[in-house]
């Protein structure tokens, strides 16, 4: 089993930016597949960002490249997503996810391919 704990959502202006840090515990054998999603209300849950722990490989949704940057800890497992340049487009639940590596990038901001999610926490970009 695997726990998530997200924190640091908050209230941006425009052009700011928040990071918010995922810390997961459990089975770390079930989590080598971390990622950031996002639902606004009345939307689809959004595949943001994720990245492969075997490799660090890195994968972004087209909506945040460039401004999103997600990464791991070098101390701990801890996982975060550095937001910049938010708009209040990117208002929305942001939710952190672990599952296994599917072996294909091509599935890892899909919302089936993972097994755990957090509890969410809320990011509000004012214009």
């Known amino acids: 089993q695997v726990q998530l704990v997200e924190s640091g959502g908050g209230s941006v202006q425009a052009g700011g930016s928040l990071r918010l840090s995922c810390a997961p515990s459990g089975s770390s054998s079930d989590r080598n597949l971390m990622g950031w999603f996002r639902q606004a209300p009345g939307k689809e849950r959004e595949g943001v960002a994720a990245i492969y722990t075997g490799s660090d490989t890195p994968r972004y949704a087209d909506s945040v490249k460039g401004r999103f940057t997600i990464s791991l800890s070098d101390r701990d497992d801890t996982v975060f997503l550095e937001m910049n340049n938010l708009t209040p487009e990117d208002t929305a639940t942001y939710y952190c996810?672990?599952?296994?590596?599917?072996?294909?990038?091509?599935?890892?901001?899909?919302?089936?391919?993972?097994?755990?999610w957090g509890q969410g926490t809320q990011v509000t970009v004012s214009a």
């Open positions: 996810a672990a599952g296994q590596f599917p072996f294909t990038f091509t599935r890892v901001l899909q919302s089936g391919t993972y097994k755990y």
